[in-house]
Structure formats: structure tokens, C-alpha cells
């Protein structure tokens, strides 16, 4: 029997998989009770700042700080306009200081994307939807809303947790929403011109709203509040394809073509025959059918960074020596807690219990030859957290080859060390 979670409202996950995942809305007063205290306000307006030359010259140390010069940050605000219509203004970050101390005292919302990469007070939030597969997570956005702030009536194509922090915030849900669904005439925003409200609920910190995709739902600030949104990401089929082809395309043999030669004549030369359809879909299909392709493809597709990073570039036949093994064991003795650096995406492939293969950030990462039966359970291990004791990963670093393997991923900076 699975273990109820709390932020599920006692649920187990199975439960909650099984009778809301993708299917229903789900309310949890008080699911996270220290969700206000994750972030400040402050902290998360610096985050959407122009970067300044003192932020350029820091030397950040071991990975554990992020430059926040690529983030992706929005403000949404609204007005009446002389015809009584509510008017929708976005603007695109980053800003300045000066930009945010001159916003109006209601009716904006800030909103920044990926903050997990940038704070593991936020990150640690994802720990507890561990039962969910890591590569369907997408981000945590978090907005700041003056009273009256909204980003507006709209549905979302993927699942959400909506987690509210300081502050309350006001919402309604309303009717399921598709493609077709009448939208209001705006170049940057998609926004409902009508939600037929079902339900409504005022959320205080701590409080969760998980919403599956499509449902129609608008959220508006009662006060100055913070709200935590923990998207789960749902590939477009569009995406799927494109990306699909891209890779069948580099991986196919060489100049492997469409043939007929069971070619009849034909009275009609203008004619697309069905024999020719099929044999296209058949060439097709013979690519789509093969599994170990696939796997590979979407392990790749799945683990790109949202966000594209320089990694440092390690010569490979460079002993670990020379890039502070020592250094690295010595700190690991102290009992001092690695982690995983949050820009970065894992995952394995094989059976659930026995890695065949790794992925990082879009790129398989070959295992050593030597221990190969340790190095596929460290792989799950990696795979399954985002930090590690130095307890745990000494058991599998006793292995020389297997120390190496790792301390080259952790000098190219998959991995950094913090007391």
C-alpha cells in the first residue's frame, strides 16, 4: 500500500493519479505550511532585474549561484479603458529597479519563470512529486500580484499545482476549453473572452489548487500575494514530429531512399497511387517501430535544458587528478552534500530497476566499462534525487573507475558541493 501524502490531502498517489491526475480539480487547505516563508518578495524581484556589472563579475563558486541574466520575466497589468473593457498589457523583462518601484499600487502581476533553477528553497518543492515522472516537470513559475493583479481568465495545455504563498488569492474555474475556444483579440496573451464559473475558493498560504489541463480558471490577488505554479510539461504532437524526424533523419542509414522496384505501369501519370502511399508509410513506420531509436530519441528530447547552458568542456582523456580529484574526495569525507545543478536534466532508460543507458541535458553519457553493475544502480541513484549524502555516493566511489566517471560530470559542472 502506497503512503498518503499530506499536500494530497491524505490521498496516496495512486489515489490521486488514478481519480484526478488529468481529470478533475483538487483542493488542499494547507498542503505546504511553510510555503510563504520559500521566497521573499525582494528576492524574487531580483530575480527579474537587469543584471548589474557587480552580478557580471561575481565569482561563483562551485555552481551553487546562477547568473539570473537569462530569465525569463513578465509583467501583466490591467485597466478599464473609457469604453468599460478591461485592457491587458504585457511587458517583457528583464527590468530595471527603477521600472518595478514605478508600478501602480494594484491591478500588476510579476511573473518569472524557471526559479527552481535559481533557488532550492524553490526547488525543494518538487521533491514531493517524486511518484510523478521527473521528466514530465516542466518549471516553477512564481508571480508577485499587487491587489486586483491577474494574468486574466485563460486555460493551460498542461497540469498544474497551483501553491499559494504570502497572501490570498481569489479563484474561480469554469468550463473545459479547447482549441476552438473563443479568445480575446491580443498579440501576446491568450485570454478567455468568457469563463462560465463552476466553482470558487479564496486560497490563504499554504494552500494548493492542483488544476488538470484545459479547464478554464482566473486568479485574482485579494491582497499583495505570491503564488508558487508547478507546471508539468505536455509535448505537442507538432514538437514531437519535428524533433522526431530531425533525429531519424541524422541517425538513418546513408542515403536511404524510397524504392519501387515492383513498379507497374501506370495509365494516369498524374496519379498518386495508393501503393506509393503505402510504401512512403511503410519506410516511415520502419523508423517509428523501432524502439531502441525511440527510447533514445525521446531520452534526448526529454532531458534538454530549458534553458541552454555552457558546460565546462572536459578534455577526456584528462586524468581526474588534474581537475581536483583529491580535492573533491577530501571535501566528501567531510560529509558535505552534493547536489544536483538545477539547470540540468537526467534520466535513464532500460529496465526501472537496471540503467541501460544515461542522459543529460539532451546527451547520452556513456558508462565506464569497469563496475558496469555499480555504475547503472548509481545511475537510478542520480537519476532519482537532486542531492546526494556523501554517505550514499562513497559506498559506489570506492570503484576507481566508477570515482572518475563522476568526478568528471562533477567538473563540468553537472554536480556542485555545499556544507
Not at 547552458?309 to 581536483?324: A, F, H, K, L, R
Amino acid at each position: 500500500m502506497q503512503k498518503a501524502y499530506d499536500f494530497l490531502g491524505g490521498l496516496t498517489p495512486e489515489t490521486f493519479l488514478r481519480d484526478y491526475w488529468q481529470k478533475k480539480p483538487l483542493l488542499v487547505r494547507n498542503a505546504f505550511p511553510d510555503a510563504a516563508s520559500l521566497l521573499s518578495p525582494d528576492e524574487l524581484a531580483g530575480l527579474a532585474l537587469e543584471p548589474s556589472e557587480e552580478d557580471d563579475e561575481d565569482d561563483l563558486e562551485d555552481g551553487c549561484e546562477f547568473e539570473h541574466s537569462g530569465v525569463e520575466a513578465r509583467i501583466i497589468r490591467s485597466h478599464i479603458d473609457e469604453n468599460e473593457k478591461r485592457r491587458w498589457i504585457l511587458e517583457r523583462g528583464p527590468f530595471t529597479e527603477a521600472r518595478l518601484k514605478s508600478l501602480p499600487e494594484k491591478n500588476w502581476t510579476l511573473l518569472v519563470q524557471a526559479v527552481d533553477m535559481y533557488h532550492e528553497n524553490v526547488a525543494s518543492l518538487l521533491d514531493v512529486f517524486s511518484f510523478i515522472p521527473r521528466w514530465r516537470l516542466d518549471d516553477v513559475m512564481i508571480s508577485l500580484a499587487a491587489p486586483g493583479g491577474s494574468v486574466g481568465p485563460h486555460f493551460d495545455r498542461y497540469d498544474v499545482f497551483l501553491i499559494q504563498g504570502i497572501g490570498q488569492r481569489h479563484w474561480q474555474i469554469g468550463q473545459q476549453c479547447s482549441a476552438k475556444t473563443p479568445l480575446i483579440k491580443h498579440p501576446d496573451m491568450k485570454i478567455l473572452t468568457t469563463m462560465d464559473a463552476t466553482q470558487a475558493w479564496t486560497l490563504n498560504p499554504g494552500d494548493m489548487l492542483y488544476l488538470p489541463p484545459l479547464i478554464a480558471h482566473h486568479g485574482v490577488a485579494i491582497d499583495t500575494c505570491m503564488t508558487y505554479s508547478v507546471g508539468f510539461r505536455a509535448p505537442a504532437i507538432e514538437v514531437l514530429f519535428d524533433k522526431l524526424t530531425h533525429h531519424v533523419a541524422d541517425h538513418s542509414q546513408q542515403d536511404e531512399r524510397y524504392t519501387d522496384p515492383d513498379l507497374s505501369p501506370q495509365k494516369n501519370s498524374g496519379w498518386l497511387s495508393e501503393q506509393a502511399v503505402a510504401k512512403v508509410q511503410t519506410l516511415m513506420m520502419a523508423h517509428i517501430q523501432d524502439s531502441n531509436q525511440v527510447r533514445d530519441w525521446l531520452a534526448q528530447l526529454v532531458t534538454e535544458p530549458k534553458y541552454a547552458v555552457d558546460y565546462e568542456n572536459i578534455d577526456p582523456d584528462e586524468t581526474t587528478e588534474s581537475v581536483g580529484q583529491k580535492e573533491f574526495l577530501d571535501r566528501l569525507k567531510q560529509n558535505q552534500v552534493v547536489f544536483r545543478d538545477n539547470y540540468s536534466r537526467f534520466i535513464y532508460t532500460g529496465q526501472e530497476n537496471q540503467a541501460e543507458k544515461f542522459y543529460i541535458n539532451g546527451h547520452e553519457i556513456p558508462l565506464p566499462e569497469k563496475n558496469l553493475a555499480d555504475a547503472r544502480q548509481l545511475v537510478i541513484y542520480l537519476c532519482n534525487n537532486r542531492y546526494y549524502n556523501s554517505e550514499n555516493l562513497w559506498t559506489y566511489l570506492q570503484h576507481q573507475a566508477l570515482c572518475q566517471w563522476f568526478i568528471r560530470l562533477f567538473q563540468k559542472g553537472y554536480f556542485y558541493i555545499q556544507e
